[in-house]
């Protein structure tokens, strides 16, 4: 039996094991990665020449964080591995059972007296008329193949969003001699007000600001055009993109221009992010709606405990706030992890992982604040034709004939019942927040007013015959408990005590 199971090994997940090792739990942290780093410091295969981790500006201290995470010998690691649910047991309510899968070796049971749920977040998925054909990929993972395998796009290239990884993905393209014909941003120019108010987010951040500046000085330089106020509203082709379409909008980012249209075969897509939440809605923790911090993210007290007992929380599932944070939440979530188990902590350590956080969070609700997505704007982007959830192929249309015909229907869950959107593979990673969007249009309302979609277990795709091991007797290999709890069957409740 585990003291404590880590799903992410992220900024959060690496500081929460180390941390926690330290006053005595034994740890084990589980992720779908074959290396520590998560997204933002993923690292390219171990076989790999050359493959040495280069942080970006601001984050000089991720390296030291990796190499002390992968060598200390205190921790188990299950890379390769997903958790795909938590299962509930009524007659050991002080315990936990993780499941995990390997697309080879099958599904395997994890026992833990807690549970720190530190699983990042994905790209914001934006449908418009074309967002489906190929050549449309996402600015993370674009990052991802570049930075971890080497693999750059052939062909010229848009990068169209709201976010600043645009830059950093594009400066990216550049030095690798991909040809980047245009960036585009949403926003506008900052004003001098913004800019000001904007001020909070300079102390302990001048580095990652100049590098910004830099990069965006380098990419004029060399001719590329970076447009403000500028929009994607479609990207044409036959078996592939072959031509972007962009328009002028206002500050509400609704097209207020011509599109014009613009060649290239590879269109990048930044607008931002949600926070993976599935794992925490599947155990049944509380969610709440905050647009600026990803959208549905995680409820918790201060010591990031959720409202299921003895599962925490830390990273980008509390809100999308960058590097810094993660790691001082994954600190602060282990200490209350230690302490929850009996052990004794100083105060003192909870008063500096508190003032870790206070600095990140100087500099994060100021990113989020200016480069909030316009999720309404965004949801007007599709059309009739558009396809919105790309797993079971339904389109705007099916939606709007729905909500039409439906006029009492308020929430995306009865939605995806009646017309299945969020039912396929990805359980609506993809579609959700369109889903949202286009519902609040048609009720006039918030688009957190319309809940969102549940997650069941699995919570990503595995065969089915790998979940007959659930019923399976929890492994024996546990580091610190000889005894092996009885067999017993598990089931997958939506929530645990």
């Known amino acids: 039996m585990f003291d404590l199971a880590i799903v992410g090994a992220g900024p959060a997940g690496m500081s929460a094991a180390l941390t926690a090792a330290d006053h005595g739990l034994t740890v084990v942290v589980v992720d779908e990665q074959q290396r520590a780093g998560g997204q933002i410091f993923r690292q390219t295969p171990e076989d790999f020449s050359g493959s040495v981790l280069h942080p970006t500006a601001g984050y000089g201290w991720a390296t030291d964080l990796i190499r002390r995470f992968e060598t200390d010998t205190r921790l188990t690691t299950e890379f390769g591995w997903s958790a795909i649910g938590v299962l509930s047991d009524d007659s050991e309510p002080d315990c936990l059972r993780v499941a995990i899968n390997h697309p080879e070796h099958g599904t395997r049971v994890l026992g833990t007296r807690r549970l720190l749920i530190a ?7 934006v449908a418009f008329p074309g967002w489906t054909l190929p050549g449309v990929v996402t600015a993370g993972g674009v990052q991802t193949l570049v930075k971890a395998q080497k693999i750059a796009p052939v062909g010229d290239v848009v990068l169209a969003g709201a976010h600043p990884l645009l830059l950093l993905v594009a400066d990216l393209l550049v030095r690798d001699g991909v040809p980047v014909r245009e960036v585009a941003f949403a926003q506008s120019i900052p004003t001098p007000a913004e800019m000001l108010h904007a001020l909070g987010a300079v102390p302990g951040h001048l580095r990652m600001l100049a590098e910004t500046g830099a990069i965006l000085a380098r990419l004029t330089r060399k001719g590329i055009r970076v447009s403000p106020r500028t929009i994607v509203t479609a990207a044409h082709g036959t078996d592939r993109v072959s031509r972007v379409e962009l328009a002028r909008v206002n500050r509400q980012w609704k097209v207020t221009g011509t599109p014009r249209q613009v060649p290239a075969s590879h269109l990048v897509l930044g607008y931002g992010f949600s926070a993976s939440t599935e794992l925490a809605r599947q155990i049944g923790c509380d969610l709440v709606y905050d647009s600026p911090r990803g959208g549905w993210v995680v409820a918790h007290d201060e010591r ?161 015959g790998d979940l007959q091991t659930l019923d399976a007797p929890p492994e024996q290999s546990e580091p610190n408990d000889p005894g092996t709890p009885p067999h017993r069957a598990f089931s997958a409740g939506p929530r645990i005590g």
């Not at 699983?119 to 998925?125: Q, S």
């Not at 902590?345 to 870790?356: C, L, N, Y």
């Not at 369109?434 to 549940?454: D, E, N």
């Open 119 to 125: 699983t990042g977040a994905y790209d914001l998925p």
């Open 304 to 464: 990031l405990q959720t409202s299921v007992p003895h599962v925490f929380v830390s990273g980008e599932p509390t809100g999308v706030a960058g590097a810094d944070q993660s790691r001082a939440e994954g600190a602060l979530a282990a200490l209350g992890v230690a302490v929850s188990l009996g052990c004794a902590v100083p105060r003192a350590a909870f008063t500096e992982a508190e003032r870790h956080i206070r600095k990140a969070t100087q500099f994060s609700t100021v990113v989020q604040r200016m480069f909030e997505p316009a999720r309404e704007a965004l949801g007007d982007l599709a059309t009739r034709e558009t396809t919105i959830c790309r797993c079971e192929l339904v389109t705007r249309d099916t939606l709007d004939g729905f909500l039409e015909s439906s006029p009492f229907v308020s929430s995306v869950n009865a939605v995806k019942l009646s017309c299945r959107t969020g039912m396929g593979p990805c359980q609506g990673r993809y579609c959700e927040n369109s889903v949202g969007a286009i519902l609040a249009t048609a009720r006039k309302q918030p688009i957190g007013l319309g809940g969102r979609f549940s997650a069941h277990l699995p919570i990503k795709p595995v065969p089915v």
